[in-house]
C-alpha cells in the first residue's frame, strides 16, 4: 500500500510548468520524490520553479520549449532524455485562452473574434498538446512504459458562453486523450497510459479577467460560476493533486482514456 500512490524516483516532465497549475503540480511531485523537467515558453518562470523545488530539497531544472515548435520540443525532449536517461510521465500542461479570441459583449461578439487569436488558442491547447505526445511518447514507446496526462477544461464537458475558441480546443483534447490512449495501448505497450483532468474554476493568469474585477471581486460571470457550484467557490491549485497521484502512480494501473473533473461540482449540477 506505501508504493500504490508513490513517484519516489520518477522521471516527470511538466509543459506550461512555469504557470500557476504546472508549478504546482511540479512541485506537488517533486516534494514527494520525483525528479521533475519544467518545460515553458518563459524560461525565468520555468527556473524560477525549478529553484523553489530544489531550495525544498528536491531535483529539477527549467528548460526553455515552445510546445508549438516540434524541433523545439524533440530538443527538450533530447535534454530531458540526456539528463533523466527515460521519462515516465509527461503532464501536457501548456494551455490557455487569450482576450482577443474571447465574447465580451459590447467589446466583441462571436462575429467579429479575430482568427488569429482563435488560431493561437487552438493550437496551444490542442497542438501543444498533440506535440509533446509525439515526442515523448515516442520515447515511452521504446521503453515500453509510461503515463501522459492531459489538462482538459469544464468546457469539455459543456461548452461555456464567451469562450467559443477555448471551448472547442478544450474538446479537442479530451477527445485526443481517448484516441491516444487506445493508440498507445493497441500499438506501443498496455503499460502506456493516457488520461485527462478537466479542472473546473480555479483563478489563473489566463482567466482571472473574466472572473474578478480589478480591485478583485467577482465579476456577474464569477458570480455565476459560485452560484453553479455546489461547493461554493473556486478550486485552489493545490486540490488537483490527489486526483493527479491518482492517474500517474500504480493507483491508476488499469486507467487509460479518462477525462477526470476536479470542480466542487459544477458538471453534476443543473442549476435546478
Excluded at 36 to 64: H, K, P, R, T
Excluded at 137 to 161: C, H, K, W, Y
Excluded at 174 to 182: A, I, K, M, R
Excluded at 248 to 254: E, G, W
Aim: net charge negative; proline share 3%; with cysteine.
Amino acid at each position: 500500500m506505501d508504493t500504490l500512490f508513490s513517484v519516489k524516483d520518477k522521471t516527470v516532465v511538466i509543459t506550461g510548468g512555469g504557470g500557476v497549475l504546472g508549478g504546482e503540480m511540479a512541485k506537488a511531485l517533486a516534494g514527494r520524490g520525483a525528479k521533475v523537467a519544467i518545460l515553458d515558453y518563459n524560461l525565468e518562470a520555468a527556473q524560477a520553479v525549478a529553484s523553489e523545488i530544489v531550495s525544498a530539497g528536491g531535483e529539477a531544472f527549467g528548460v526553455e520549449c515552445n510546445v508549438l515548435d516540434r524541433a523545439a520540443v524533440d530538443a527538450a525532449t533530447v535534454q530531458c532524455l540526456d539528463v533523466f536517461g527515460q521519462i515516465d510521465i509527461l503532464i501536457n500542461g501548456a494551455g490557455g485562452n487569450k482576450r482577443e479570441a474571447t465574447c465580451v459583449p459590447p467589446e466583441s461578439t462571436f462575429f467579429d473574434l479575430d482568427p488569429e487569436a482563435v488560431r493561437w488558442v487552438m493550437d496551444l491547447n490542442c497542438l501543444g498538446t498533440i506535440l509533446p505526445s509525439q515526442a515523448i511518447g515516442q520515447a515511452m514507446a521504446d521503453a515500453g512504459e509510461g503515463v501522459i496526462i492531459n489538462i482538459s477544461s469544464m468546457n469539455a464537458f459543456r461548452p461555456l458562453t464567451r469562450i467559443a475558441a477555448y471551448s472547442a480546443a478544450k474538446a479537442a483534447v479530451s477527445n485526443f486523450t481517448q484516441w491516444l490512449s487506445t493508440y498507445m495501448a493497441q500499438n506501443c505497450s498496455g503499460k502506456i497510459r493516457v488520461n485527462a483532468i478537466a479542472p473546473g474554476f480555479f483563478l489563473t493568469n489566463q482567466n482571472r479577467f473574466l472572473l474578478t474585477e480589478d480591485d478583485g471581486s467577482l465579476t456577474a460571470r464569477g458570480q455565476q460560476i459560485i452560484d453553479h457550484t455546489p461547493m461554493g467557490r473556486f478550486g485552489e491549485s493545490d486540490e488537483l493533486i490527489g486526483t493527479l497521484l491518482w492517474l500517474v502512480t500504480d493507483a491508476a494501473k488499469f486507467v487509460t482514456g479518462i477525462v477526470v473533473p476536479v470542480d466542487g461540482g459544477f458538471s453534476a449540477y443543473s442549476g435546478v
